[in-house]
């Protein structure tokens, strides 16, 4: 896997095939290099053959709360988060742990033909609750398909997680190279937001070394505030440097990125506009805590039909103009080149994977 992403870095620029077909004077790109291109926005699962799993809504459900886990099954959010963190007072943390992990071995919550995505959050490093959590949880016959590591701040708290997790799998009898579970990393301050670019790259070179593929980042953006000092806004303008940034970072390493929590969760119409800013950022799905925010992130991070029908026509009058051995072209009025294709070919394959 690491081989792969280094691999993709190398790849990256035109090979000198491509800039031979292309030439000094001009010319179009081949056809097979605009089909076949991987570049920021393409998922490592396009690339590796491992299922895309849309995360447009993520709702977190507190461990400890049987009455909304009960309701689990009729939210229809495409990721179930069982939340052992801040969701949960602390004297109500071993009761979390022992839910979810009943939930677990039992498959209690009937999903079977869902497409929901079933994953827990365990307490951050820092906190000293998260080894209980990881003794509790992971020593079970039927694993999340993701953990969400809250709160990391520097690589020596991911290398504390993937060590102590690694040793309980193992203990537990679980082959390191059969099992593989989506990791899920939070940014919540100052320190993490510097620090980012190292912690993803820890987590790919330590993929073939641990029972974790990282698989997105979220943005905390209460506790970041805090951290930093600011006041959370409803418009959000204090948080557009680190949700810019921490879609660069994450797209750079082939990760998802999930947006901030709307906390307002009766204002539908600010959830929605909040979701497709979101959405044109770059972001890939939105955390939110009630059920009437399901459907309004879902339909804001997936692309419109009619923007999916802009991008195949796009895309069909891109190859027949390369076939004639033209670059930029004239379309719907408006002056098409290399560019627009790949935005072009991006909204095509998210609707593709998101509607498989």
């Given at each position: 896997?690491?081989?792969?992403?280094?691999?993709?870095?190398r790849?990256?620029?035109?090979?000198p095939?491509?800039?031979?077909a292309?030439?000094?004077?001009?010319?179009s790109l081949?056809l097979?290099?605009?089909?076949?291109?991987?570049?920021?926005?393409t998922?490592?699962?396009?690339?590796?053959?491992k299922?895309y799993?849309?995360?447009?809504?993520?709702?977190?459900v507190?461990?400890?709360?049987?009455?909304?886990?009960?309701?689990?099954p009729?939210?229809?959010?495409d990721?179930?988060?069982?939340?052992?963190?801040?969701?949960v007072?602390?004297?109500k943390?071993?009761?979390?742990?022992?839910?979810?992990?009943?939930?677990?071995?039992?498959?209690?919550?009937?999903?079977?033909?869902?497409?929901?995505?079933?994953?827990?959050r365990?307490n951050s490093?820092?906190?000293?609750?998260c080894?209980?959590?990881?003794?509790?949880?992971?020593?079970?016959e039927?694993?999340?398909?993701g953990i969400?590591?809250?709160?990391v701040?520097?690589?020596?708290e991911?290398?504390?997680?993937l060590?102590?997790?690694?040793?309980?799998?193992?203990?537990?009898g679980?082959n390191?190279?059969?099992?593989k579970?989506?990791?899920?990393?939070?940014?919540?301050?100052?320190?993490?937001?510097?620090?980012?670019?190292?912690?993803c790259?820890?987590a790919?070179?330590?993929?073939?070394?641990?029972?974790f593929?990282?698989?997105?980042?979220?943005?905390?953006?209460?506790?970041?505030c805090a951290?930093?000092?600011?006041?959370?806004?409803?418009?959000?303008?204090?948080?557009?440097?680190?949700?810019q940034?921490?879609?660069m970072v994450?797209?750079?390493?082939?990760?998802?990125?999930?947006?901030?929590?709307?906390?307002?969760?009766?204002?539908?119409?600010?959830?929605?506009?909040?979701?497709?800013s979101?959405?044109?950022?770059?972001?890939?799905?939105?955390?939110?805590?009630?059920?009437?925010?399901?459907?309004?992130c879902?339909?804001?991070?997936?692309?419109?039909?009619?923007?999916?029908?802009?991008?195949?026509?796009?895309?069909?009058e891109f190859?027949?103009?390369s076939?004639?051995?033209k670059?930029?072209?004239?379309?719907r009025?408006n002056?098409i080149?290399?560019?627009?294709?790949?935005?072009a070919k991006?909204?095509?394959?998210?609707?593709?994977?998101i509607?498989k």
């Amino acid at each position: 896997m690491t081989l792969l992403i280094r691999t993709f870095w190398r790849t990256r620029c035109f090979s000198p095939s491509v800039i031979s077909a292309v030439g000094r004077g001009g010319g179009s790109l081949p056809l097979s290099w605009v089909k076949n291109r991987t570049f920021a926005t393409t998922p490592i699962s396009v690339m590796t053959g491992k299922k895309y799993t849309p995360r447009r809504a993520v709702m977190y459900v507190p461990g400890n709360d049987v009455r909304k886990i009960a309701k689990i099954p009729t939210l229809r959010a495409d990721c179930i988060v069982l939340d052992c963190e801040d969701g949960v007072a602390i004297s109500k943390k071993v009761d979390a742990r022992k839910n979810i992990r009943q939930i677990l071995d039992n498959k209690s919550i009937p999903l079977e033909g869902s497409t929901t995505e079933l994953t827990v959050r365990v307490n951050s490093v820092q906190s000293g609750l998260c080894q209980e959590d990881l003794e509790c949880i992971l020593p079970t016959e039927n694993l999340p398909s993701g953990i969400h590591l809250p709160k990391v701040d520097s690589v020596d708290e991911l290398k504390w997680f993937l060590e102590t997790s690694g040793k309980i799998l193992k203990s537990s009898g679980r082959n390191q190279n059969a099992t593989k579970i989506n990791l899920i990393i939070f940014i919540e301050s100052a320190q993490a937001i510097l620090n980012l670019p190292k912690i993803c790259q820890f987590a790919w070179d330590n993929v073939d070394k641990s029972y974790f593929i990282p698989d997105a980042l979220v943005f905390g953006s209460d506790d970041y505030c805090a951290d930093i000092g600011a006041i959370r806004s409803k418009e959000g303008h204090e948080l557009l440097y680190a949700r810019q940034y921490l879609v660069m970072v994450a797209k750079a390493f082939k990760l998802q990125a999930i947006d901030i929590v709307y906390i307002d969760y009766k204002d539908i119409d600010g959830l929605r506009l909040q979701s497709i800013s979101g959405f044109h950022m770059g972001f890939t799905g939105k955390q939110i805590i009630h059920p009437g925010q399901v459907l309004p992130c879902q339909e804001a991070f997936t692309p419109p039909p009619e923007k999916i029908e802009w991008a195949r026509e796009l895309i069909t009058e891109f190859e027949a103009h390369s076939k004639g051995g033209k670059g930029a072209f004239s379309f719907r009025g408006n002056m098409i080149d290399m560019p627009l294709v790949l935005q072009a070919k991006n909204i095509v394959e998210l609707a593709q994977k998101i509607n498989k």
